[in-house]
Nanobody
């Protein structure tokens, strides 16, 4: 059974940092690309960062230079390091795995429970 378990969220002050983790089981993680999404209250879900099987990365423009996506295939785990957090980064964060159709990331449809990030003073 495929499972995705996100962790590492919490409450942080503006300018602070958090590192999210995503443990994926039940599938060959190394065969897939990975993406992190977020959904803020009252807003649509947006794709924040992706990392391909070959470790190429891409970011939402508003997080570029502040967030870093990475993966450890040996541990079947993906990460999202978030620095210089701002109140507008407040959201529930979800990891996914999927493929690239051309340059477009397509998640498989499996989702974890998410982890909440709140940036507030």
């Amino acid at each position: 059974q495929v499972q995705l378990v996100e962790s590492g969220g919490g409450l942080v002050q503006p300018g602070g940092s958090l590192k999210l983790s995503c443990a994926i089981s039940g599938t060959m993680f190394s065969s897939f690309a990975m993406g992190w999404y977020r959904q803020a209250p009252g807003k649509e879900r947006e794709l924040v960062a992706t990392i391909s099987r070959s470790f190429s990365t891409d970011y939402l423009s508003s997080v570029k230079g502040r967030f870093t996506i990475s993966r450890d295939n040996a541990k079947n785990t993906g990460y999202l390091q978030m620095n210089s957090l701002q109140p507008e980064d407040t959201a529930d964060y979800y990891c996914t795995f999927g493929t690239f159709l051309g340059s477009k990331y397509s998640p498989t449809g499996r989702w974890g429970q998410g982890t909440q990030v709140t940036v507030s003073s």
